[in-house]
Nanobody
């Protein structure tokens, strides 16, 4: 059974940092891209960043230079380090692997 479990969300002030984790099980973790997406209220779900098995990254939107992704192919975990957070980063953040999605973790940035 495939499981993607996100953690690490929370409430932070503008300029703060958070690190999200996504623990994967039931998949061949190192075989495919894995990514982070986010969805703000009333908005569509958008790509934050995706990473290939070899470590190449593809950033969406306005997070490059503030966010970074990494993956541990031994522990089957992907991380999203978020720095210099802004109120517009407020959203539910989801981990995705192929057609599988986690349940999401809320990130709220207060001004």
């Amino acid at each position: 059974q495939v499981q993607l479990v996100e953690s690490g969300g929370g409430l932070v002030h503008t300029g703060g940092s958070l690190r999200l984790s996504c623990a994967a099980s039931g998949i061949n973790f190192s075989d495919y891209d894995i990514g982070w997406y986010r969805q703000a209220p009333g908005q569509k779900r958008d790509l934050v960043v995706r990473i290939t098995p070899g470590g190449r990254t593809n950033y969406g939107g306005s997070v490059a230079g503030r966010f970074s992704i990494s993956r541990d192919n031994i522990k089957n975990i992907v991380y999203l380090q978020m720095n210099s957070l802004k109120p517009e980063d407020t959203a539910v953040y989801y981990c995705a692997y192929r057609e599988f999605w986690g349940q999401g973790t809320q990130v709220t940035v207060s001004s």
